[in-house]
């Protein structure tokens, strides 16, 4: 069983030469996340804001069976429990426009400066 939890998190990981793509390529896929993020931002006419706020919840604070008390009351107690919270927010979308023209644009040039590293990465590890 172990054996195979060990194989399953191994396979997980990819190939030698797809972890050293995914290496020098990282920069790339964070663009490209942003790319399609702006993207949705321009056909919907708006973002979202993602923030953090603490929200009150009532919560089980039931206290562990003891050998002094081995089936304990059940407790309800009121926690401060954080959350995410996703809101709209409006855009100059004339600015929104320009950012992904130039995303677009840095993503060519990182693109075509990564093309030797990922060569190097498929010579060094061949499948």
């Given at each position: ?26 920069d790339l896929s964070t663009l490209d996340r942003l790319i ?20 009150p919840r009532w919560l089980d604070c039931t206290p562990r ?45 990182i693109a075509s400066a990564m093309a030797p590293a990922v ?9």
């Amino acid at each position: 069983m172990k054996r195979v939890l060990i194989l399953l998190a191994l396979a997980a990981c990819g190939t030698p030469q797809e972890q050293c793509i995914r290496g020098v390529t990282g920069d790339l896929s964070t663009l490209d996340r942003l790319i399609a993020e702006t993207e949705g931002n321009i056909a919907r006419g708006f973002g979202y804001e993602t923030r953090v706020v603490t929200m009150p919840r009532w919560l089980d604070c039931t206290p562990r069976p003891t050998a002094a008390d081995p089936e304990p009351k059940s407790q309800m107690c009121m926690e401060d429990v954080a959350e995410e919270v996703r809101r709209p927010v409006a855009l100059n979308l004339t600015e929104e426009t320009a950012k992904l023209a130039s995303m677009r644009d840095r993503r060519a040039q990182i693109a075509s400066a990564m093309a030797p590293a990922v060569a190097a990465c498929q010579q060094r590890y061949p499948e």
